[in-house]
């Protein structure tokens, strides 16, 4: 099957600094990419669709100055966490799809804890 | 709003019994229903269902779609203790966007 990593596996920060986190797929071309967040014991919560070369599509209630995404290639979309804070500590997941199916491959995940 | 509910929210058996999570939908320009296993990291995937009434099978594994119940049910056989996670359903909508919706996720927990 498709293969999706992230990287960093985890990260500690302190409050107010920024944190990018990097998602890949490994052996096929994500043409778009989605980020999730997933609180404890709750589902994921789609925060916004990246598609290659354009601006990402945020979700409602996400705020796009704060959740920077960059899609720059086939292979590798950004999510960069500005002026983290405590509250912004989840557990952060992207998901590539390879283009006009639902199906989606997920990477590993990052746990972001602030400080 | 597109909306996914899984039932029950949490399970608990012995192993070797067989069990059966329910997921309905209402989603508008339905396209397909997602299963998903997730233990401690990032959800793997189970299954995708885009037609109604034909079952899909993985091992001890299977899954059915119910268009008309905007519907679907997970059976588990002979559960195991590695069959111990959080199974999420999904819905997808709209040829051309991939976006999931989610549910809550059922919590199976198999005692020994």
């Known amino acids: 099957g498709a293969v999706v990593s992230q990287h960093p596996s985890w990260v500690i920060c302190k409050s107010g600094t920024s944190v990018k986190i990097e998602c890949r797929s490994l052996d096929f071309q994500a043409t778009t990419m989605f980020w999730y967040r997933q609180f404890p014991k709750q589902s994921l919560m789609l925060m916004a669709t990246?598609?290659?070369?354009?601006?990402?599509?945020?979700e409602q209630g996400v705020e796009k100055d704060k959740f920077l995404i960059n899609h720059a290639s086939l292979t590798l979309s950004t999510l960069t966490v500005t002026s983290a804070h405590p509250e912004d500590s989840s557990f952060y997941i992207c998901?590539?799809?390879?283009?006009?199916?639902?199906?989606?491959?997920f990477g590993p995940g990052t746990r972001l804890t602030v400080l | 709003e597109d909306k996914v509910v899984q039932s029950p929210l949490s399970l608990v058996v012995h192993e070797g019994d067989t069990v059966t999570l329910n997921c309905s939908y209402e989603?508008?320009?339905?396209?397909?229903l997602l299963w998903y296993k997730q233990e401690k990291k990032a959800p793997t995937f189970l299954f995708m269902l885009?037609?109604?009434?034909i079952e899909k099978k993985s091992g001890r594994l299977s899954s059915i779609l119910d268009k008309k119940e905007l519907s679907s049910i997970l059976n588990i056989t002979a559960t195991q203790t590695g069959d111990s996670a959080i199974y999420l359903c999904a819905v997808g909508a709209n040829f051309g966007n991939e976006k999931l919706t989610f549910g809550t996720g059922t919590r199976l927990t198999i005692i020994p």
């Open positions: 990246s598609n290659e070369g354009s601006k990402a599509t945020y």
């Open positions: 989603v508008t320009n339905f396209r397909s």
């Open positions: 885009t037609s109604s009434g």
């Open positions: 998901s590539g799809g390879s283009g006009g199916h639902n199906e989606q491959f």
